[in-house]
């Protein structure tokens, strides 16, 4: 298994390959036929098989929207197939080898901060395909904590430091905001050199705003992929600030995701 994460005309481009002991027919099938992507893939598909036709992602429980439609793109069987899935674009190829094929995944999307879920995401699915079509892939370790493997494999725990002198930081968790709410209020969740004052503005479990010695701390929690989406902005000047906040940043979440994985 192999995984890179680049930028390419401004959006966020994922690539994944597997080595699969099965012939391209077979996995084009499981890539294809919706009885058997229900045996890997996360959410039933009903797609018209052609240059062109539309394809349909539904998950239980969840309304239908734009998102979870789309078309498709390329399709050149038993060797590659292209398609949308809202914003993003999925392209999977299959390249025959001498012990069975090489699979490769292109993600093409826009939330960089996301891409650990969807690395995560795609290697259990991955490990899943190669199950159902009799390989030998098991379960690798729980979600949370492949996630947190890959927030550090492409560096997505790293702040920003603003043109203004301010920092900024975007943290997919693995545990919901309500969870994640109890930390952030704690008298002790605060960077060292950081003097905690007057709070500005607190909506339980979004939104937290307090004043410090040179500006604001604002922390802001929404539903993000498989968990809260955690932001934090420091007005500043507050460079100095960066390796502390993100020191506090990853403990929550190695935290988080060892709570997740119980």
């Given at each position: 298994m192999s995984e890179t994460l680049t930028t390419e005309n401004g959006?966020?481009?994922l690539r994944m390959e597997r080595a699969l002991r099965h012939p391209p027919e077979k996995v084009w099938r499981a890539l294809t036929?919706?009885?058997e992507l229900a045996g890997?893939?996360?959410a039933a598909v009903d797609l018209d098989l052609r240059l062109d036709g539309k394809i349909t992602f539904t998950f239980e429980g969840e309304a239908q929207d734009d998102e979870n439609t789309g078309v498709i793109r390329a399709y050149d069987p038993p060797h590659l197939l292209e398609y949308?899935?809202?914003a993003e674009i999925q392209r999977w190829e299959l390249t025959p080898t001498?012990?069975?094929?090489?699979l490769k995944l292109t993600s093409t999307y826009d939330d960089r901060p996301g891409s650990a879920s969807f690395t995560a995401g795609w290697t259990l699915?991955?490990?899943a395909l190669d199950h159902v079509l009799g390989g030998s892939s098991v379960p690798r370790e729980h979600y949370a904590l492949l996630h947190e493997h890959f927030i550090k494999v492409f560096g997505l725990d790293q702040g920003k430091l603003l043109d203004d002198g301010s920092i900024h930081f975007e943290r997919q968790l693995t545990a919901p905001k309500e969870q994640v709410w109890p930390r952030l209020t704690a008298p002790d969740f605060v960077a060292d050199g950081i003097e905690m004052r007057e709070v500005v503005r607190s909506e339980e479990p979004t939104d937290l705003t307090y004043s410090w010695q040179h500006g604001l701390v604002t922390w802001r929690l929404r539903d993000g992929n498989g968990g809260a989406r955690l932001e934090l902005t420091q007005t500043g000047p507050a460079e100095?600030?960066?390796t502390p906040w993100r020191n506090l940043i990853e403990q929550l979440a190695t935290?988080?995701?060892a709570s997740t994985a119980r």
């Open positions: 959006r966020t481009v036929e919706p009885s890997w893939f996360p949308n899935w809202g001498a012990d069975g094929c090489l699915c991955l490990d100095e600030f960066l935290d988080l995701a």
